[in-house]
């Protein structure tokens, strides 16, 4: 899919076409990450901007990647679209990032033209049936509109990471560019962002509203996504899945 990310030329903003893979269907679909969202600062160890958390994140379209780097801190990973996909690469990712020690998420790449209850039960299922641990990131990738309404998507994404939290008593992170997030995100900055804007410098972005802070910022796609976090990758484990958090299972 097309990100329009705003690029500073000559003193004006120009928006620019970044190519971030198709929506349209599951196998052409390169999804972005996400941006900030504001989260209770007694938890969180922020990093220095030098120091900051590498991590990549990974579908379908990057078969057979290498989670033994030294530099890689996080991994997140495509586990499943709309109300039936799942990657074919996601147990496979699922499984080598645990191995190699890093934190892990997966993310689920939401069509608001189905039922958001549907496509949050059908993610919670194929990541519980690989193994959800601990510190264990849960991930609303949204970057299409499915021709829906500005308040309909919106309406959407609400139920998704309402029905995720609901299940599993964690607030999932919301993913998506930079404007998008700003444009269908309305009442959604209790969710820690991770935003996608190649037009800012690696962890130079700022947090649209409603958010106040971003948790991740990817800032690159090259054979993959690059991201850095704004937290220790134990700040990191601390937005993640924990069992004892109450829920309705």
């Known amino acids: 899919?097309?990100?329009m990310v705003p690029v500073i030329a000559g003193g004006v903003a120009v928006?620019?076409?970044?190519?971030?893979?198709?929506?349209?269907?599951?196998?052409?679909e390169r999804p972005a990450r996400a941006a900030a969202a504001p989260m209770p600062q007694t938890q969180k160890t922020v990093t220095a901007p030098a120091s900051r958390p590498y991590g990549v994140d990974v579908s379908h379209h990057d078969k057979g990647f290498d989670w033994s780097q030294k530099k890689l801190s996080f991994g997140i990973v495509?586990?499943?679209?709309?109300?039936?996909?799942?990657?074919?690469?996601?147990?496979?990712n699922w499984a080598e990032i645990?191995?190699?020690g890093l934190v892990r998420g997966a993310y689920h790449y939401g069509r608001p033209g189905n039922d958001p209850v549907?496509?949050?039960?059908?993610?919670?299922?194929?990541?519980?049936?690989?193994?959800?641990?601990?510190?264990?990131?849960?991930?609303?990738?949204?970057?299409?509109?499915?021709?829906?309404?500005?308040?309909?998507?919106?309406?959407?994404?609400?139920?998704?990471?309402?029905r995720v939290q609901q299940k599993t008593g964690v607030k999932p992170l919301f993913y998506s560019s930079w404007s998008f997030a700003k444009e269908y995100g309305k009442g959604l900055g209790e969710y820690p962002l991770w935003v996608a804007h190649y037009g800012k410098a690696r962890?130079?972005?700022?947090?649209?509203?409603?958010?106040?802070?971003?948790?991740?910022?990817?800032?690159?796609s090259t054979d993959h996504d690059h991201n850095v976090s704004r937290l220790s990758a134990d700040?990191?484990?601390?937005?993640?899945?924990?069992?004892?958090?109450?829920s309705s299972g």
């Open 235 to 246: 700040g990191l484990r601390q937005l993640g899945y924990d069992p004892s958090a109450p």
């Open 118 to 162: 549907r496509e949050a039960d059908h993610y919670l299922k194929t990541v519980t049936s690989a193994g959800l641990r601990t510190g264990d990131l849960l991930v609303l990738d949204l970057e299409t509109t499915d021709g829906r309404s500005k308040s309909e998507v919106n309406d959407w994404a609400k139920r998704w990471l309402e």
């Open 203 to 220: 962890g130079r972005v700022t947090a649209p509203s409603p958010w106040k802070q971003w948790a991740i910022h990817q800032y690159a």
């Open 78 to 92: 495509k586990a499943t679209e709309g109300v039936e996909h799942k990657d074919s690469t996601f147990v496979r």
């Open 1 to 3: 899919m097309l990100l």
């Open 15 to 28: 928006p620019l076409a970044v190519t971030a893979g198709t929506a349209s269907a599951p196998e052409a």
């Open 98 to 100: 645990q191995e190699n």
